[in-house]
């Protein structure tokens, strides 16, 4: 390469960087806005949070009935089981307001300090639901020489919970807004616009009352109905969000 080639080619090549540079500064300011906008956060943003609870009655009765029993065999055992339910729910079916259905069903063996087999146990269940407390505790009483009440359970229906949560809803929402217009107002704003909200419902789980009944014997009359008076079930409605200030 002679001198005069290797002076054009420097000239060159101190053009192309002479060029290259402007355009980085323009992109690198462009770069930092774009990360520092991806970080901004608008002035005048409230977070706010409102609930509204109310105790409803409970208006679902689930009881349970058992009946155990032991024997030499798992076979004996189970058709001793079966008839034993099956004649239970004969005897419940065409019960006015109350829904029966089979529950659970267990056989387990017993065994001696040798380990060895000594005996079967097992236990059936069936189960009466209602939204009548009057008809579902005459049942219960009329089976009670049948099968015994094992445990009694109060909750509240999905319309019953439906309904407190409509309820709710509004006034929970109310008191979001109500905080919004105060809140603006103490900070020197004059309005408000909601940016996100959200609307959470919550409930408590019913708690079961454990009702054991006596062994009754072949020729005793147990058809009393069995005490019920249900709870109440706290529905708590949530809404949270932020709303920018005006």
């Known amino acids: 390469m002679n001198k005069k080639t290797a002076v054009t080619l420097a000239a060159a090549t101190a053009t192309a960087i002479a060029a290259a540079v ?59 089981l079966n008839q034993r339910a099956d004649a239970a729910l004969q005897k419940a079916r065409g019960t006015s307001g109350v829904t029966t259905r089979s529950g659970q069903f267990s056989i387990y063996p ?42 009694v359970q109060f909750s509240l229906s999905p319309e019953a919970q439906r309904a407190a949560e409509q309820k709710l809803s509004g006034q929970a929402i109310a008191s979001f807004r109500d905080q919004a217009t105060a809140a603006a107002r103490a900070f020197g704003y004059s309005s408000y616009s909601i940016r996100d909200v959200s609307v959470g419902h919550s409930g408590v789980p019913p708690r079961p009352m454990m009702m054991m009944a006596a062994r009754a014997s072949v020729d005793a009359k147990m058809s009393a109905p069995v005490a019920l008076e249900g709870g109440t079930s706290t529905v708590t409605v949530n809404v949270s969000g932020s709303v920018q200030m005006k």
């Not at 462009?30 to 002035?43: I, K």
């Open 110 to 151: 017993s065994t001696d300090r040798d380990g060895r087999i000594s005996a079967w146990r097992g236990r059936t269940e069936i189960v009466l639901e209602s939204h009548d407390f009057a008809a579902a505790s005459k049942l219960a009483g009329d089976l009670s020489s049948v099968m015994q009440v094992g445990n």
């Open 22 to 80: 402007p355009l980085a500064l323009a992109v690198a300011p462009q770069a930092a806005f774009a990360q520092s906008d991806s970080h901004y956060q608008p002035a005048g943003v409230l977070s706010l949070s409102a609930q509204a609870s109310a105790e409803v009655p409970q208006d679902v009765v689930t009881i349970t009935l058992f009946y155990e029993q032991e024997a030499n065999d798992p076979a004996t055992l189970t058709n001793t």
